[in-house]
């Protein structure tokens, strides 16, 4: 395993050695590794998120090309009519 230094001013010394006293870490490379693991893992989200999306914006770009696109008013206005049939309740306005 390798070995890194790492400078931190005293506040955040004082910080990581509460962390560790409290039994929430075992040391202060528990509490570094711990926060790498989380950073790996939010990095892996935020990619994986911006993948779909990209994958949306495609899906959503063949849809227009096809022709398969529905004008929002009408899609509400469906919608709307189905809420209120499945309610049993007058128009809504």
Do not use: F
């Not at 993948?51 to 914006?57: G, R």
């Not at 008013?73 to 809420?83: F, H, M, N, S, Y």
């Amino acid at each position: 395993m390798a070995t890194m230094n790492v400078s931190l001013p005293d506040p955040m010394r004082n910080y990581v050695q509460n962390r560790i006293d409290s039994g929430q870490y075992a040391s202060v490379s528990d509490y570094v590794r711990d926060l790498i693991r989380r950073d790996q893992s939010e990095t892996e989200n935020e990619e994986r998120w911006l993948q779909e999306l990209d994958a949306s914006i495609e899906r959503g770009l063949e849809d227009e090309k096809e022709g398969r696109l529905h004008e929002l008013g009408e899609v509400c206005a469906e919608i709307r009519a189905e809420i209120e049939d499945m309610a049993g309740t007058q128009p809504l306005r």
